[in-house]
DNA sequence: TTAAGGTAGATGCAAACGCATAGAACTTGA
DNA sequence: TCAAGTTCTATGCGTTTGCATCTACCTTAA
C-alpha cells in the first residue's frame, strides 16, 4: 500500500464522514446536497454556465444531471436559455429565487463548513487547499 | 468567504474530479464503484463487521446498504451472519469469491490512484494524510 | 457542398436510492 | 419485572439515478 493510496483512502473517508455530518444538518429546506451543489456551483460561476460545463464540477452522471435541471427549471431556481453561439448548448443561471434560496441555505451550511474544519490549523487549511486545488486540476492525460 | 470553506470547496471538487475519472476507467467489472467500497472496507476490516459500522465508513442511506448487502449476499461475495451478542445485529464478512473480487479489482484501481496522486509531492501526500485523517475524526459535537 | 464523425443535451427504462416506518431486541429506571 | 425509550436492520413506496440511445447541431475535409 503506498502513500498514495493511504491519503486517498483517508481523503474519502472524511469525505464521507463530513458528508454525512452536514447532511444531518436541518439547513436544506426542501432540497437535497446534490441540488444545493447545483444551485451553489451556479451562484459562484457567475456567468451563464453550459450544462456540460456544470457537470464537470458536479458528481452526477449527464442525463440525471439534466432531469435535475428540469426539477430545478420547474421549480422556478433555475433558467434554461439557448446559446446563442451554439444551438444544440443551454446556457444555466439562476432566478433571483433560485439565488435567495441558494444564499438562506449556504449562510448556515458554511457556518458548518467553519465549525468542522476548524479542528484544523491554520496552515493546515491552507495546505489542504494547495493540496486538493492541485489533484483538481490533474485532468486525466 | 472564509478559509475553512475555501479549503472545504476545494476538497469536494477534488474529490468529485477524481471520482470521476476513477469511475471511467475500465476495472469495475461488473461491480459499481459503491459496491467495490462496501467489498473494500469489508476486506480491510478483517474481523466480520457490523451493519452500523460499515455504514459509517460508507456513504450510504441505511436502507440503501441493507439492500446493497442483500445483493451482495446474493451474488456469493459477501456473507450475514447472526451476531451471537446481539440478536438484533449482524455480523458481515467477505466470501473467499468476494475476497478475490476485491483483489482483482483492487489491483488496477490502486495503481490508478497512484498515478492521479503523483502529481503531489512526497511532502504533500503525507500532509493530506494527516489533515484527513484529523478531519475524518472530528466526530460531531 | 456535403458526407462522416464528433459533441450537447434529452429521453426510455430498469435498477438503486432516501424517507418514513415497522418489528424485533437491547437498556434503563421505577 | 416490566413499561418506556433506544438501537439495529429490514421493508413499502415514490423519486432519482445510470446506461444506452436518440436527435439535433457543429466541424472537418474532400
Redesign the interface.
Known amino acids: 500500500?503506498?502513500?498514495?493510496?493511504?491519503?486517498?483512502e483517508?481523503?474519502?473517508?472524511?469525505?464521507?464522514?463530513?458528508?454525512?455530518?452536514f447532511n444531518?444538518e436541518d439547513v436544506w429546506g426542501d432540497l437535497t446536497m446534490r441540488e444545493y451543489d447545483v444551485l451553489y456551483t451556479l451562484s459562484k460561476c457567475d456567468g451563464p454556465l453550459r450544462m456540460s460545463e456544470l457537470n464537470?464540477?458536479?458528481?452526477l452522471s449527464q442525463p440525471a444531471l439534466s432531469r435535475m435541471v428540469d426539477r430545478l427549471v420547474d421549480r422556478g431556481l433555475v433558467e434554461r436559455c439557448p446559446d446563442p453561439g451554439d444551438r444544440r448548448g443551454v446556457r444555466l443561471s439562476l432566478t433571483p429565487e433560485g439565488r435567495k434560496v441558494q444564499q438562506e441555505i449556504g449562510r448556515p451550511h458554511?457556518r458548518s463548513?467553519?465549525r468542522?474544519?476548524?479542528?484544523?490549523t491554520?496552515e493546515?487549511?491552507?495546505?489542504?487547499?494547495?493540496?486538493?486545488?492541485?489533484?483538481?486540476?490533474?485532468?486525466?492525460k
Do not use: D, F
Not at 468542522?116 to 484544523?120: E, F, H, T
Not at 491552507?126 to 485532468?139: D, F, H, M, R, S
Open positions: 500500500m503506498t502513500r498514495a493510496n493511504e491519503a486517498w483517508s481523503l474519502m473517508r472524511a469525505y464521507a464522514v463530513l458528508m454525512k455530518q444531518a464537470r464540477h458536479v458528481l458554511a463548513v467553519t468542522a474544519l476548524n479542528v484544523l491554520p493546515e487549511l491552507e495546505q489542504l487547499a494547495v493540496i486538493t486545488a492541485k489533484l483538481a486540476g490533474n485532468e486525466e
